[in-house]
């Protein structure tokens, strides 16, 4: 993927730097993040057009605190700094830092002190901005204006124009920042001059022409999970090389009620896809009798799903390549400046399996954010039904069924589960949420239907509302829509006489329950 130009964001470590280069991206240029670390020379090679330093946590007073060379400030290319950003700018060219007594945190009032081309568009006073600083500037360098204050802070944003450098003491990328959008495009469109060419009609164009000279007339072979990742991937791919995709289905016995199948046929009927769907629900379920331990469930699917795999991928001549959903979150953690974020549950995915059978990875997707695969979904024509699909874990209903996984568990929460998706559904709000699901817990309680006493299992609701999984709250759901589950499932899915609901964020507690 080579976009006509890139805004370059350094990254120092802020919670909001990828949010950051979504912002961008929305706007209609690419963005790229990077650590705070890549040398000059490697900048100048990439040839932004623009330059972002994020904020971050460290405070440039401390010797030890992260910086870049000053040489970055006289290259030419538009620099817009931010919060930390602003600090490192102000230092590195001679302005004066202090650190504050207190962090200032939260909402901000921003006035306008002169005009610049970064505030095109835009109201004087009367801004409500986010904040969230230790430092800030009392004296900028030299060259700079003060562009704005709040009553906290006298200088809120600074400017050396003839230089093309920029700083912003709070977040225009936050969505409390009232026109922070417009700020951005301001510094993208006044300042750095560039063009919105970054859309997903592009995107997929570049994969279309750069796929097919990549694989040249060798095969590939992909995982489809029937998760909106892998299935676009294929259809991504099969537009680019025809029948030398193949891809594998492979039926874990952990599906829920029609997952799977609806999406293979459909990419059957509609992509005229290699498609092998392989039933592979005994060794599964086998290996898992008797298994209780959430990451022991994992770790035992994962290698068997490698190893289902491998012996399907391996039985296709002439293949040399591993088509995988990767995105850009997981590359970005892989090399920005916090380093890999500690494994709190070990996620299933084919990781080993390019090197083990000697294939060479192609990740269409590894630029693109969540939003975007979803745009590029549209783009490819696929249905509502897969585009807003919710994500399903890897490991399945196995880390939903709490315990003991044994067909008859299985097919109890399959039961109860299709109610839930059936309701989310008919009620809208499946479209609201980011996901919402049944889990069947290990223990029976008592309850009375008719005249007898029963003794049965107990179903837990989860709804969350998400932007990207990493932070989650319970969803609201109306009371009428949670008393029409409950009874449904209570009444229909024999084997269940109690539904409870789960009112727990992420964190403390995890989106599944294992
Ligand atoms: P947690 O439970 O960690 O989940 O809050 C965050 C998101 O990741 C999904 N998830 C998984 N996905 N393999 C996957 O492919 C896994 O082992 C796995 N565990 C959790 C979960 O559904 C949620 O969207």
């Given at each position: 993927m080579h976009p006509e130009e890139t805004v370059l964001i350094l990254d120092f470590?802020?919670?909001?730097t990828q949010l950051i280069a979504r912002r961008i991206r929305e706007a209609g240029v690419y963005s790229e993040i990077q650590p705070y670390t890549l040398p000059v020379q490697e900048i100048r090679a990439l040839q932004p057009t623009g330059i972002v330093l994020s904020g971050g946590p460290a405070s440039v007073c401390d010797p030890d605190s992260p910086g870049v060379d000053a040489e970055i400030f006289s290259l030419g290319i538009p620099i817009l700094g931010i919060c930390y950003g602003m600090q490192l700018m102000a230092k590195a060219l001679g302005g004066d830092v202090v650190p504050a007594q207190n962090r200032e945190y939260g909402r901000a009032e921003l006035s306008l002190l002169a005009r610049n081309a970064v505030w095109t568009n835009m109201r004087d006073d009367g801004l409500t901005v986010w904040m969230s600083h230790g430092d800030r500037v009392i004296r900028p360098p030299d060259?700079?204006?003060?562009?704005a204050r709040t009553d906290q802070v006298e200088i809120a944003a600074m400017a050396d124009p003839d230089r093309k450098l920029y700083a912003l003491q709070?977040?225009?990328?936050?969505?409390?920042?009232?026109?922070g959008d417009q700020i951005l495009r301001n510094f993208l469109f006044e300042i750095v001059q560039a063009k919105p060419s970054w859309t997903m009609a592009s995107f997929v164009q570049s994969v279309l022409d750069e796929v097919p000279a990549q694989v040249g007339s060798s095969q590939v072979v992909c995982g489809l999970s029937g998760g909106i990742d892998s299935t676009v991937v294929a259809a991504l791919l099969h537009q680019a090389i025809g029948k030398q995709l193949h891809c594998i289905f492979v039926d874990?016995?952990?599906?829920?009620?029609d997952e799977g199948e609806e999406v293979v046929q459909y990419l059957r009927k509609y992509f005229d896809l290699n498609l092998r769907y392989v039933q592979a629900q005994d060794i599964f379920l086998s290996r898992l009798h008797g298994v209780h331990d959430p990451e022991e469930k994992r770790k035992i699917i994962g290698n068997t799903f490698i190893e289902v795999f491998e012996q399907e991928a391996t039985s296709i001549p002439g293949v040399r390549f591993l088509a995988q959903g990767t995105l850009y979150p997981d590359v970005i953690e892989s090399v920005s400046f916090k380093g890999p974020s500690a494994v709190i549950k070990s996620h299933h995915n084919v990781g080993g399996l390019p090197e083990k059978m000697n294939l060479e990875l192609i990740e269409p997707l590894r630029e693109l954010f969540k939003d975007e695969v979803r745009k590029v979904a549209m783009e490819l024509g696929l249905p509502d039904f897969l585009v807003w699909r919710h994500p399903f874990p890897g490991p399945g209903l196995a880390i939903r069924v709490i315990g003991e996984i044994t067909p008859q568990r299985l097919e109890i929460l399959r039961r109860a589960d299709k109610i839930v998706q059936h309701e989310l559904m008919a009620s809208g709000w499946y479209f609201k949420i980011w996901q919402g699901f049944a889990v069947l817990l290990p223990l029976k309680t008592v309850g009375v239907m008719g005249d007898e006493r029963t003794y049965e299992h107990v179903i837990a609701l989860r709804a969350v509302e998400s932007k990207d999984a990493m932070t989650a709250d319970w969803a609201r759901l109306p009371d009428d829509l949670l008393a029409r589950i409950s009874n449904r499932i209570i009444n229909e899915?024999?084997?269940?006489n109690r539904v409870v609901l789960d009112i727990s964020s992420k964190p403390p507690s995890t989106i599944e329950w294992e």
């Open positions: 470590g802020s919670q909001y060259g700079f204006t003060v562009l709070f977040h225009p990328e936050v969505a409390h920042t009232e026109d874990n016995g952990l599906l829920r009620a899915v024999k084997g269940v």
